[in-house]
């Protein structure tokens, strides 16, 4: 799968396929804002997938993190230095992981004894803004933090408001054809996950995008709140 164009200068990046997704805003100045850096072995994809839209890795000036696994934060401290941001932008509830380059706790002790593994987890990367809920980030015309914890204490997701593309993080999964949650073992609260996706039905987008499977451009919104209602989550 290659990239694809989500809106005028968004595009989803597929690093692992469409298991796992990376999102690029390009900026009215032309620079570049990426959001997620998948595994630390996604590192040749972004920098491939930047260039099939005219960019470089010198080009992005911003990274944010959804969240501190390593599946999202991999390869941020292997791109940094051949970009132009300083760090990384993190929800304050997950900016010490990154900054320890420790994954956020999950319920399971042994994926939490997996990633302390040497060659797996992320490495630490510098932390350069705290973000939080309800704050519009200054990204290619306005991005609207939505606080969604559960699958970490600081799990984010984003909504783009100039062209309706939510991107929803871990809060929801579309793989095999379907929305589904994340693993219950990889999150640090389960019921929490499935609580503060609710926020999602409220926000008005075009595009659900998602980290780990293929986005949504038809019925986007209907899409997430008919998923939403049939878990029980929303009315």
Known sequence: MGVVALGPGVYRIPTAGDYINSFAFVEDDSSVTLVDTGT??????????????????????????????????????????HTRAEGA?????????????????????????????????????????TIHD????????????????????????????????????????????RMTWPFASACTDFPLTQQTAAVLADEDYRVAAFTHGPHIDTGAREAVRGFLRREGVVR
């Open 89 to 129: 932008d993190v929800h304050v509830d997950d900016a010490e992981y990154i900054r320890a380059g420790t994954p956020a706790p999950y319920s399971s002790g042994l994926l939490q004894m997996m990633d302390r593994l040497p060659g797996m987890g992320f490495t630490a990367c510098p932390v350069v803004r």
């Open 40 to 81: 630390r072995f996604a590192t040749k994809r972004i920098v491939k997938g930047l260039a099939t839209f005219g960019k470089h890795p010198r080009d992005v000036q911003r990274i944010i993190l959804t969240h501190a696994h390593a599946d999202h934060a991999g390869s941020a401290a292997r791109l940094l230095p």
């Open 134 to 177: 309800g704050e519009v980030l200054d990204v290619a015309g306005g991005m609207l933090v939505r606080h969604t914890p559960g699958h970490t204490p600081g799990h984010v997701s984003l909504l783009h408001q100039v062209t309706g593309v939510l991107i929803t993080g871990d809060s929801i999964f579309n793989m095999a054809g």
